[in-house]
């Protein structure tokens, strides 16, 4: 398999991959501005059980997002290496 071939399998074989961490990152920023409104109503209302219960959503949510994506990015992983080889320099990046 030629050099261009691999990479251009590669790219192809990873977009769903690729889309699955983009969106795993937009929600994560999503999540941070959320808890950052919420930690600025948390400092001039103080630590209502309703603010701790959307810090806890807001939490789990984020936990949620970080999981997806590191399940996208060792998917890609995988990937490389079947693709270009174990110890390959493209599996390293």
């Known amino acids: 398999m030629a050099k ?3 990479k251009i399998r590669f790219t192809a074989e990873t977009g769903d991959f690729n ?3 983009k969106k795993s990152n937009d929600e994560m920023s999503r999540l941070r501005a959320e808890m950052n409104l919420n930690n600025a109503q948390m400092k001039t209302t103080g630590a209502s059980v309703e603010a701790l ?24 992983v995988d990937k490389a290496a079947e693709i270009f080889g174990e110890n390959s320099t493209e599996v390293n990046k």
């Open 19 to 21: 889309s699955a961490i």
């Open 4 to 6: 261009n071939e691999a």
């Open 53 to 76: 219960e959307n810090k806890h959503k807001i939490l789990s949510e984020q936990l949620a997002a970080s999981e997806s994506k590191t399940q996208a990015l060792s998917q890609k």
